[in-house]
């Protein structure tokens, strides 16, 4: 099983990027992925989840109305859109699997490496 995130940058506030998530040696369809942000100094933090099965979503309250979450299972792929990016997302996104949608990165078995996101003038 292995993630890899993708698709991080520099922007500038107010702008969007869209992350992916491509998943290898499992069929994507049958896990939940969720996404999380780590900042420097602080602890890793969920930003939503696309469940197994029916690819419902969630979404964290601090990121909702700007942040969606699709996956494209043909492509095994999980997209994180982020829009109206302020420096307050400045950080390491990482995607993860597992059966089931938490909140808490420890529940995660797999882990992709992350991919920085950067927000300046």
């Known amino acids: 099983v292995q993630l890899q995130a993708s698709g991080g940058g520099l922007v500038q506030p107010g702008g969007s990027l869209r992350l992916s998530c491509a998943a290898s040696g499992f069929t994507l369809d049958d896990y939940a992925i969720g996404w999380f942000r ?43 859109q982020m829009n109206s990016l302020s420096p307050e997302d400045t950080a390491v996104y990482y995607c993860a699997a597992h059966s089931s949608c938490y909140s808490d990165p420890a529940m995660y078995t797999y882990w992709g490496q992350g991919t920085q996101v950067t927000v300046s003038s």
């Not at 939503?48 to 043909?74: E, L, M, P, Q, W």
């Open 38 to 80: 780590q900042a420097p100094g602080k602890e890793r933090q969920g930003v939503g989840c696309t469940r197994s099965h029916d690819g419902g979503t969630y979404i964290t309250d601090s990121v909702k109305g700007r942040f969606t979450i699709s996956r494209d299972n043909a492509k095994n792929t999980v997209y994180l």
